[in-house]
């Protein structure tokens, strides 16, 4: 996929302007607070439908301005072609894909596959886990349209059964949503469970590429016996196997009656897929408390890499890669590891300086 075009129009600081990419390698360069970011929060939005930094109507519509456009012409399957965006305040915001209107979010994911990396990714390894899901989602989404079609009616599902549970409903009732919340549940863990098993076994190759050290992921749920849970190696195996579903189902729906006391007490949905995570080891002991600054960074950015990696082998047309404020960060080593492996894919870097990449890249001074 390529972005050939962009046109902000009242997007946050751009009045109205348009940006022109080359297919392989775009510096986008300016001082701190021109809008270097907020260019690439365009593409994010009209991507996935929402903001990387999460950001509502009335923080990206220009201020005093009653709405806000953007508009995007693309290369992907062969052939140019267009999304645009109107957002205004308190209003839906409209999608448009080659000038025909978008209805769901389900038809507009998988039109501009991209993966973004920011200085924030850091807590990735850092973080809180709904930010960890909130990146297996956002991939998953934009190769698996069954998933988003899951992941959404799970989630109206624990919707309802929290509404219950705060009206304390009878155990009848309750079993009815919590069979639904199994079923949607065992169809995402599938998903998920094999997105990581691809990212933990491409991660590794790639972390020891750079440096000398294993890496290994965790898929952590709050269903799998407690047994497995205190014990952490079997929890890796058990949980990136692949596993039959209706076995994954049949595990939530256990996990739910032997928690059931402590959910109405919470009056709150305390087992399933929603509380899901992953986690990095480097030598089996846990990134988050053992590796350096730099390694974690490290861990990202492979993570970033099997992620684009994997998005192309599903959608069979390579991602754009956007590279906020990230390049100037790394060692030459790491900037030229990078290098190497965005050969043949658009990519889209922010920076202060042009003294990075400049040889290889098409330069935009904003
Ligand atoms: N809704 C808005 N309307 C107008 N200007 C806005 C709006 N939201 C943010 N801005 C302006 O956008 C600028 C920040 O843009 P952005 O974050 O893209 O900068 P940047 O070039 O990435 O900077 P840095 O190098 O520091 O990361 C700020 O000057 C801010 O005041
Ligand atoms: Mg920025």
Redesign the pocket.
Known sequence: MIINNIHLKSF??HADRSFTFAPGLNLIC??????????L?AIHLIATSKSHRGARER?????NKPCSGVALKYFAQERDQTLSVTLEHNAKRHFCHNNVAIKRTSDLLGLLNIVIFTPDDLQLIKGLPGLRRRFLDLTICQAKPKYFSALSSYNRVVYQKNELLKREADSDTLEIWNEQLADYGATVAEYRRDFLRYLAAITADKFSEVVNHKLSLRYINNYTDDAKINNPTSIAKASLEPRDKESVKQDILSAINRHAKKERRYKMSIIGVHRDDFSFAMDNKPAKAFCSQGQQRTIVICTKLATVMWLDMCAKDKPILLL??VFSELDDNRQHYILQNIEGMQTIV?S?TDNIVKEYAKCIYI
């Not at 300016?30 to 260019?39: C, F, R, S």
């Not at 923080?59 to 201020?63: A, D, H, P, Q, T």
Request: charged residues 35%; negative net charge; glycine residues 14%.
């Open positions: 946050r600081n300016g001082e701190n607070g021109v809008g270097k970011t907020n260019i929060e923080e990206m519509i220009e201020y906020d404020d922010t202060t």
